[in-house]
């Protein structure tokens, strides 16, 4: 199983990025995705996610409104769009694939697979 993450790099705050993370080795469909990140000298923390159905959706309220996670099951891919961008979303984001229960769809363990990063900078 592969993820594959790319998008990231150095915005101005008020700016957009989109993340997307490709996959491999898996049913894609079958899988919830979620986006996480790690700020320097901080914990890695929940982003967004998505169910297997593109209904379910969850978002930490620091990005709520602001980022918009999708996936192409085509593609076997998933998208952050991430806009109106603050220095305080810099951070290296990883996607992840698993199997949560829709009530920890937000917890680092459920997720079985993850990709390697990519680094978002947001300059002030």
């Known amino acids: 199983v592969q993820l594959q993450a790319s998008g990231g790099g150095l915005a101005q705050a008020g700016g957009s990025l989109r993340l997307s993370c490709a996959t491999s080795?898996?049913?894609?469909?079958?899988?919830?995705m979620g986006w996480f990140r790690q700020a320097p000298g901080k914990e890695r923390e929940f982003v967004a996610a998505m169910g297997r159905s593109v209904q379910s959706t969850s978002y930490a309220d620091s990005v709520s409104g602001r980022f918009t996670i999708s996936r192409d099951n085509s593609k076997r891919t998933v998208y952050l769009q991430m806009n109106s961008l603050q220095p305080e979303d810099t951070a290296v984001y990883y996607c992840a694939a698993g199997h949560p229960i829709t009530s920890a769809i937000a917890t680092q363990r459920m997720y079985a697979y993850w990709g390697q990063g990519t680094q978002v900078t947001v300059s002030s």
């Open positions: 080795g898996l049913i894609f469909g079958n899988h919830a």
